[in-house]
């Protein structure tokens, strides 16, 4: 007896999954111990997509070089309909209400749903895994989740007698190039987004990268399944990269580390504190390691310890080996849930009540007693400074970088007020803050 597969939506990822079901045939069947047979795929532009992709063109839905709404919706009712296909892969992308419906049928119709979709599992994905639960059905998002990495996998399996303390990665690997390229080669950060969107990297709009959706879809989709938080994306605290600065990043490198946009999520007794933001990782961390495109999560357990995971986080061939990873697995169980939810009663916190050290960037005119202005501010919140330093300007002004120990964000914002209420002239620019990771 075969395991049938239907495609939904054959672009990039659907293409890369079509690839390697097809390439890989006889290993599949081998590893799952029957015939992984890909049988239909649904496309809008089916020729476009079987000659980019170098695919049979009779695998396609429809006859003409294109399919219209009402086609492609009564191609995926046959498929839906057919009891002789076992697993649909959604790589449609969005997350409205067309594909959540589309989601919703496969599953409904009893059959096992992958996807790579994280804004959709990062909005509605505990609706999704409550409805596979009920009939009985897998879902598959390995590759919603840094594309190649097997994060979610080794969370649910391996890690799955461990208690997770915290999980720490760099998810969004476009605006991991575009800080890379700004620590080594010095590029401003309007430049290094055009690099990164001539090399294919960035997308024309790059919004959901560099704002830090596309990293907070992943790392609510982890905090779900590790921490079993009752989690909206919305309420997710995030802050994206497009404010960073050349001066940042060399202040950075003065306390030997680089800036990196984080996902960060730590449990302290019943809470989580979570978010994602730049922060300053120090070269310890290993974190400070992973350049260009690449992903990394780092995974601290209290039996286990640090795990860290690293891969590509993007790309046709590599998100498509997630996808089929789960379609070896349902062929392998058929009847078993890939994932589990863990429910629990954790709550979800702002990441800036953590204590956390950060680092300070202001520029101020540089005239005597400067340096003992801003720390008396701070000092009145009792935060403890660890390191200054500043850079002159030719305007006699001076651009300071002041580095924290561990606080909480409320006391550093109160002790910024302090500073631009008592010594307004002083201060020439808004404070950046970013917090340090050790």
Known sequence: MGFRVAILGCGTVGGGVARILLEQNEALRQRSGQEVELVRIVDLFPQQSAERHGLPRELYAGAGPELTLEEAEAATQEILSDPGIDVVVETVGGSGDAVLGIARAVLEHGKHLVTANKALLAMRGEELLKLADKQGRGLGFEAAVCGAIPIIKGLNECLTGDEVLSISGIM?????????????EGQSFDAALKDAQDKGYAEADPTLDIDGGDAGHKLTILMRLVFGVDLVFEDLPRKGIDTITEGEVAFAHEMDGVIKLICYAERVGNTVHAGVLPMIVKRANL?????????????????????????????????????????????????????????????????????????????????????GIVATAIGRQDINIDTVSHNRHENDNAEFAIATMPCKRVQLESALRDMQDNYPDSLLSEPRVLPILF
């Open 287 to 371: 974190l400070s390691k992973i350049d260009g495109a690449t992903n990394a999560v780092r995974v601290v357990g209290r039996y286990a310890g640090e795990s860290v995971f690293i891969g590509q986080g993007a790309g046709s061939l590599e998100t498509g080996s997630a996808i089929v990873s789960d379609i070896v697995f349902l062929a392998r169980s058929r009847d078993a849930a890939l994932v589990q939810q863990r429910p629990s009663s954790l709550s979800l916190r702002p990441l800036g009540e953590l204590e956390l050290p950060y680092n300070i960037v202001f520029e101020a005119a540089d005239i005597p007693g400067i340096t």
């Open 172 to 184: 969004n690997g476009t605006s991991n190039y575009i800080l890379s390229k700004m620590a080594s």
